[in-house]
């Protein structure tokens, strides 16, 4: 009887099983799908690019032999990547029992002039695949540029969003929103001509062009683009010449209704040693700042990251990192791929020492330092209260309520004695604080919208 993919896998993973640590097998091998065996191919699904790339680098010669033991052939293994939903396939050949990989996708490198492809030929938009608008994570601090980009990419040039201006400081996703609005227009229409660019390569095409004499033809490819996409816009400051050419390019696409897409560090105001008359038409359409990620958005983007990669970690390691990493969403990728390295490498589960340890080498932690203070001034300003009314002798239920949460919580992230917080809460006795935080522990198991109320209250308290 012909052997059907999960019975094939099923035999394969109790020989790799018996061969990997334990960590290891339910990192890397738990989480894999198989999805069909056909023609000697064995078809599995990871839940991400960097898994598959685990997978090869560490284990591909044991799934090579397991594949063998169980069949006897030299199979093949393909990979299907889940990116945002969208099945990636890689290919892995086994030749007595040693994997070659081959059919990898990567980005393809970029031409030194994009003017040598002949327009209206078949244009590389220099966009990665995998920077879209699935996993570039919305929140309050890029609300403003993310809707935007939603609306440019099913309408480009048809909006009031022309140019497009987004500034902020690095790694706030300012380069990840160009590629996510390229990629949507380019799934809505494939025959637009969409082009990633940062400023520097920009220059240096500029420069080769006008070295060659072949100016015209520069201004000619970039006036053919639907959609340019021109990244880090103040690395042409001083750049007169460059300035000039883009000048005349700007008017050309703007006046045809082409979309336009720049970002910066600085809103235009502030930018120095660039043409007044550039400066004003970055400003015709839309300046939207991208802000460094709030805590919630700090959460939330941590939490899309670690699922992608069919990872798991503890909730309070999560918490940890996202109320130390708080400047940029690089910090925070580049935290989770360590972590999972170290447990890896080192055979260790992801827990708190190891959080500690990882993060404290990526960035400078300085641990905040939560008061009774904070405490009520934080639950004061989320029921809308003035401070003072916790401290009185009132009984009202809405104040009476808000004093009890500042104990739960001032019990909760202090090191502060019942006695001492029910001093430094309205001169309460050490019984009225226990009581409080008793009756406050039971609303968050029973009551769900209460829960919830804490929950946010403690995202203020942590926000840094």
Aim: hydrophobic fraction near 40%; glycine fraction near 4%.
């Amino acid at each position: 009887m012909p052997l059907n993919h999960i019975t094939l896998w099923n035999h394969c993973l109790n020989i790799i099983k018996d061969n990997v640590p334990e960590l290891s097998y339910s990192t890397w091998f738990i989480p894999i799908v198989p999805l069909k065996y056909e023609d000697k191919a064995l078809l599995i699904q990871v839940p991400s690019h960097f898994f598959y790339e685990q997978l090869e680098n560490q284990y591909a010669e044991l799934i090579g032999k397991a594949l063998y033991r169980i069949t006897g052939d030299n199979s093949r293994l393909l990979y299907q990547v889940m990116v945002s939903d969208t099945p990636i396939q890689l290919a892995t050949e086994h030749q007595s029992n040693v994997n070659k990989l081959t059919n990898i996708p990567t980005r393809p490198t970029m031409p030194s002039n994009p003017f040598d492809q002949i327009v209206p030929g078949k244009l590389d938009s220099q966009l990665n695949v995998n920077l879209n608008f699935g996993n570039f994570i919305g929140g309050e601090s890029n609300m403003l540029a993310r809707t935007a980009g939603f609306s440019i990419a099913e309408k480009p040039g048809k909006t009031v969003f022309n140019p497009l201006f987004v500034h902020g400081k690095s790694g706030v996703g300012k380069t990840h929103m160009l590629h996510a609005i390229g990629n949507a227009a380019l799934q809505q229409n494939s025959n637009l001509r969409v082009l990633y660019v940062s400023s520097h390569l920009f220059q240096v095409q500029y420069s080769q062009a006008y070295l060659n004499n072949t100016v015209n033809d520069f201004i000619h490819f970039y006036q053919s683009i639907d959609i340019l996409l021109i990244d880090d816009i103040h690395e042409l400051s001083g750049k007169t010449g460059t300035q000039n050419v883009f000048f005349h390019i700007f008017n050309h696409l703007h006046q045809n209704g082409r979309q336009l897409v720049i970002t910066c560090d600085r809103p235009p105001k502030d930018i120095i040693g660039i043409d007044d008359r550039l400066l004003t038409r970055f400003k015709w359409g839309l300046t939207a700042e991208m802000e460094k990620p709030n805590y919630s958005l700090r959460i939330a983007i941590l939490e899309s990251k670690i699922l992608r990669d069919g990872l798991h970690f503890p909730q309070e390691v999560i918490e940890y990192i996202a109320r130390n990493a708080t400047e940029n969403v690089r910090d925070l990728e580049g935290i989770v791929v360590s972590l999972m390295a170290h447990a890896v490498i080192y055979g260790k589960d992801v827990d708190m020492e190891l959080a500690k340890k990882v993060v404290s080498n990526a960035i400078k932690v300085q641990e905040r330092q939560i008061s009774v203070e904070l405490i009520e001034e934080k639950v004061c300003k989320y029921f809308d209260l003035e401070p003072d009314l916790i401290h009185s002798k009132s009984k009202k239920q809405e104040i009476s309520q808000a004093r009890q949460i500042a104990m739960y919580l001032s019990r909760k992230y202090t090191d502060k004695s019942y006695s001492n917080i029910g001093q430094m809460i309205g001169k309460r006795d050490h019984a009225t604080v226990l009581h409080a935080c008793k009756t406050v522990g039971n609303w968050i198991e029973t009551d769900k919208k209460f829960k919830t109320r804490i929950q946010e209250i403690e995202q203020q308290i942590q926000e840094k």
